[in-house]
Each structure stands twice: as C-alpha cells, then as structure tokens.
C-alpha cells in the first residue's frame, strides 16, 4: 500500500512523497487516541420460549493510532441531547495504552440513556498531558 502511495505522488510531481511518508522523528512520536463503541448480538429466549436478538457485552474501546505510549488515560462522558450518558463499569481505572494498542472499558446502558453522547479523553505523555474529545 505504501508503495502504491509513493508510486501515486510520483507520478503526480508534488515531491512530498518522502517527507511525510518516511518514519517520523522521535520528535513527531504521538500518541493518537480514538473511541469506538461496541457491542455484541446473541441469541436469548423470551418468557414464551421465542428467540429474540439482545444486545451484550457494550463497551467503549480507545485505540491507539500513534506511535507513542499514553499514560494514564482517563476518560469523561457526558451526552449530546436528552438522557444521561452511559456509565463506566471501570471509572476509576487510568490504562496506560502502546502504540497500536487498545483498552476496553464495559458500559452500563440503561432506560433513558442518550443514543448519542461526547468523550472526552485525556492522557500523559511525557511530562505533557494531552485531551482529545469525540462525539459517538
């Protein structure tokens, strides 16, 4: 893929194909973190022994994209429109997650839960502490 995208630049004679393709520099090395709600489907039988779908195991998982460790990451939700947000199983837990890594916090979903709501994530690096907010 890499190399389709360099042949592309090339071709196109912009002259950025090495510059921002290459690795980057210890000094560019950041973490990139990114929320994405899950859940899963199985299989259950009501009380008059008809199978019906149900939604389990929802959780909130926070990848990281970049290239550097977050440390400590803690994350705030609050909903967009009516409702309350979904609460956190584990909200007193702050997983430090590497690069290309992943951390999955369980969600409580109840009645009168927003569909749609904020997080906001905030993390070290470094000495540095860093905040990303995205709408699900």
Known sequence: ????????????NLGAAEM?????????ERA??????LF???QAQDAKGRLKMKTVRTRLRI????????TAVRLELSALGDGEPPQLHDRGVA??????GYYEWPLMVFLGTSRSYRVSMTWRQGEEEFQETQDL
């Open 32 to 37: 990139v973190l990114r929320a994405e709600y």
């Open 63 to 70: 990848t990281n994209h970049g290239t550097a460790r977050a």
């Open 40 to 42: 899963d489907r199985e």
């Open 1 to 12: 893929m890499r190399n389709a995208i360099e042949h592309d630049l090339e071709q196109l």
């Open 95 to 100: 997983p430090d997650i590497p690069p290309l």
């Open 20 to 28: 921002r393709l290459s690795q980057p520099s210890p000094l560019e």
